[in-house]
């Protein structure tokens, strides 16, 4: 089970944290993804981040904005989001990929388990 947290309303150039709590399983077992979806728009990939933190993979219109990290032992996933656009405006979603390996996939289909989405609002 996921559980993402820590979305809001900010001005444009804010930051904001969401946290995403795993529950249920071995943690580390799983890749990491955070992906996005505004109204009338198809979801969308923002990071992932390996089953160990080392290989971290993100979509171009955020890099160097976000950052991904995780905390294996408190079976925790964060997305720090810096520099917040209006374009940035959307539900956030983390997923869990069961992998063995060091993927890091930004493809939707390849996760297994999808949190409830958390609301970010960027004002202008």
């Known amino acids: 089970q996921l559980q993402a947290s820590g979305g809001g309303l900010v001005q444009a150039g804010g930051s904001l944290r969401l946290s995403c709590a795993a529950s249920g399983g071995t943690f580390s077992d799983y890749a990491m993804g955070w992906f996005r979806q505004s109204p009338g728009k198809e979801r969308e990939f923002v990071c992932a981040?390996?089953?160990?933190?080392?290989?971290?993979h993100y979509a171009d219109s955020v890099k160097g904005r976000f950052t991904v990290s995780r905390d294996n032992a408190k079976n925790t996933l964060w997305l720090q989001m810096n520099g917040l656009k209006p374009a940035d405006t959307a539900v956030y979603y983390c997923?869990?990929?069961?992998?063995?390996?060091?993927?890091?996939?930004?493809?939707?289909?390849?996760?297994?388990?999808w949190g409830q989405g958390t609301q970010v609002t960027v004002s202008s």
């Open positions: 981040i390996s089953r160990g933190g080392v290989r971290k």
């Open positions: 997923a869990a990929d069961y992998t063995v390996t060091g993927a890091v996939p930004a493809d939707s289909s390849r996760y297994d388990y």
